[in-house]
Nanobody, 124 residues
Framework: QVQLVESGGGLVQAGGSLRLSCAAS????????MAWFRQAPGKEREFVAA????????YYEDFVKGRFTISIDNAKNTMYLQMNSLKPEDTAVYYC?????????????????WGQGTQVTVSS
């Protein structure tokens, strides 16, 4: 069982920055990947970015490329999402997710564990 706890959400003006954190605990896998998803009101949950446990591979959805950076600190068992140049359309609840698949996957169904979510609100 893996527990995930997100933090770092909040209210920011358009053009501003936030850094989300996701701390993992419990019985983690040797080979794993983690990801960020988000869900805006009235919309389906969508993939944002993913990273392998080693940090060697990353993948971003097109709408965040060049603005968001995903990273991982294995010593702290924590994943981060640095979000710059935020836009009102980035407003959503952001979820971190964990998979024992060992490689980057986009589909939410591949992720075994989820955090509770953290709200990000970007005002115009």
């Amino acid at each position: 069982q893996v527990q995930l706890v997100e933090s770092g959400g909040g209210l920011v003006q358009a053009g501003g920055s936030l850094r989300l954190s996701c701390a993992a605990s419990g019985r983690t896998y040797n080979n794993y990947a983690m990801a960020w998803f988000r869900q805006a009101p009235g919309k389906e949950r969508e993939f944002v970015a993913a990273i392998t446990g080693s940090g060697g591979s990353t993948y971003y959805e097109d709408f965040v490329k060049g603005r968001f950076t995903i990273s991982i600190d294995n010593a702290k068992n924590t994943m981060y999402l640095q979000m710059n140049s935020l836009k009102p359309e980035d407003t959503a609840v952001y979820y971190c997710a964990y998979t024992g698949a060992g490689s980057i996957v986009v589909a939410a169904a591949w992720y075994d564990y989820w955090g509770q979510g953290t709200q990000v609100t970007v005002s115009s």
